[in-house]
């Protein structure tokens, strides 16, 4: 496995789609994903630091996860089929929680670790990964599949360009364009003739 590191959000030139980049350790590959708007917006507000009025839902799950005693150890980007990546959250129970008190019995025995892996979409992943500091993993076998090369002018740039559009857009007629995009049904082009 690889671990990777987020290189930043960029646009698809022709579809105008954001795409997370995640880049390896010798910063020579990076691969891109595929993500929507709001996605690209919650992982640029983690990577900045940008203070919400209210949590975002990625967050609400890491107070979750604090919650309840749990810590995100890993994300795992473990596949891609059909050009979309497969993704999991690697969780263990937050030792420091769980440590016995003094002079309790079960103390001698260490337990051993507990841990669970939910399957989860790249794009919730890693940005569950930015909010908790917790690190990003990739197969080697999906890196050498889906990496490109490393083009860091061209990256900025990107980078700009797509911070630019988020602080020209209001949430709400991003909402609006979202809508409007789900609910367009090709079927229903405008005619000529009066509805009946």
Avoid: Y
Wanted: net charge negative; hydrophobic share 40%.
């Amino acid at each position: 496995m690889v671990e990777m590191s987020v290189a930043g959000i960029a646009l698809d030139a022709s579809s105008r789609s954001p795409i997370v980049l995640l880049r390896d350790p010798s910063r020579r590959r990076q691969v891109p994903i595929w993500i929507d708007q709001a996605q690209a917006h919650n992982i640029m507000a983690g990577l900045n630091g940008t203070p919400q009025p209210r949590p975002l839902s990625h967050d609400l799950m890491a107070a979750l996860l604090e919650a309840g005693g749990l810590q995100l150890e890993r994300v795992i980007i473990h596949a891609i089929e059909d050009s979309t990546f497969r993704a999991v959250l690697r969780l263990r129970h937050d030792q420091d929680d769980d440590q016995p008190a003094e002079g309790d019995a079960s103390a001698s025995a260490p337990e051993e670790e507990c841990l669970a892996e939910i399957d989860a979409r790249p794009s919730d992943a890693i940005a569950l990964a930015i909010r908790t500091g917790s690190s990003i993993w990739m197969l080697e076998e999906v890196v050498s599949e889906a990496s490109i090369p490393v083009d860091a002018e061209a990256d900025a740039e990107d980078q700009d360009e797509f911070r630019r559009f988020l602080d020209q857009v209001s949430p709400a007629a991003l909402v609006r364009h979202l809508e409007s995009r789900d609910s367009a049904d090709p079927n229903d082009a405008p005619t000529d003739s009066p509805d009946v």
